[in-house]
């Protein structure tokens, strides 16, 4: 064997001792992150939970699409309802405790109350009520045929199957991955391990929690629809026959007379002070203009004879 042969032979053993080493540090190197990785992907693989993980923060998003597709088209439909309504009555209080009673009957109740007066005695006001769903339309008929007139009506409906059926899946796949954390966690072996599962155990709780929330939310929602009721009452005035006291009239004559002798004395009282304030004025000018006129009255005289 050539000296190149051997030196060859030795660079080929040398190299497979050194990945043998390297394998060996990485995989002693491995952590409960990389343990429930692979526990995931095995299950994805095998079909047995049919979840996808995301590697940052060990979820599990969603199944896969035609899961879904089955899911949704199996499931009932979620629909939130939002009724609005506005209606005249001709005595807005009893509107109010009627509407209130016959939604207590159905189950539901009321949520909020507004009244205004306005300055022309007309009174106006909005109920806010939840009903259960299936007493929605027959509410909704019931105030149509109690008020006297409806002055508008409108239903608007938003389905929120896909969203709840997808909260679903990614609630399962949350709960599923904070088991085998919680696993994990007893079969740490080192601290970082334990503080790492931890940090990431309570960011998959906290993300349970908002699935939660979300998902009650939509359940109530879909369970009590809402009706928003805009009530105004219709105000007829229709005047009474007063009574005889009630007229005065000997009062209101009495009251006429002296306001009519009053007018008379302060009208003469005016000219009386007129003329006496402008007295320096007028005599001085009234005794010029009847001398100017006894000279005129005499030269005509003169004249004629």
Request: with cysteine; charged share 25%; glycine share 4%.
């Amino acid at each position: 064997m050539s000296n190149r042969s051997i030196y060859l032979l030795v660079v080929l053993v040398l190299s497979f001792f050194a990945l043998v080493f390297l394998n060996g540090c990485s995989s002693g190197e491995d952590t409960a992150y990389d343990r429930v990785e692979e526990s995931i992907q095995m299950s994805d693989d095998s079909g047995d939970a049919g979840f996808i993980a995301e590697k940052e923060s060990y979820s599990i998003e969603r199944r896969a699409p035609s899961e879904q597709a089955s899911s949704i088209e199996t499931t009932n439909r979620m629909v939130i309802y939002n009724g609005n309504i506005s209606i005249e009555v001709l005595d807005y209080h009893k509107a109010q405790q009627h509407i209130q009673d016959h939604a207590e009957e159905l189950g539901g109740f009321v949520v909020e109350s507004y009244l205004h007066h306005s300055g022309n005695n007309d009174v106006y006001g909005t109920l806010v009520v939840r009903i259960p769903q299936e007493n929605f339309n027959s509410f909704l008929n019931e105030l149509e045929s109690t008020s006297t007139k409806v002055l508008e009506r409108s239903i608007h409906g938003n389905d929120v199957t896909e969203e709840y059926v997808d909260l679903n899946s990614r609630l399962r796949s949350k709960e599923a991955v904070e088991e085998r954390l919680l696993s994990f966690m007893n079969d740490a072996q080192n601290t970082e391990d334990l503080l790492k599962i931890s940090n990431d155990l309570g960011k998959v709780q906290e993300e349970i929690e908002q699935l939660k929330g979300r998902i009650n939310y939509l359940d109530n929602h879909v369970s009590l629809s809402t009706v928003s009721i805009h009530i105004r009452e219709r105000n007829i005035n229709v005047p009474s026959l007063q009574e005889g006291d009630s007229l005065n009239t000997w009062k209101k004559a009495q009251s006429l007379f002296m306001d009519t002798v009053n007018s008379i004395i302060t009208f003469f009282s005016a000219v009386i002070v007129f003329v006496i304030g402008l007295s320096p004025i007028i005599v001085p000018t009234l005794i010029i203009v009847l001398i100017i006129v006894n000279v005129h009255n005499k030269k005509k005289r003169n004249m004629d004879q």
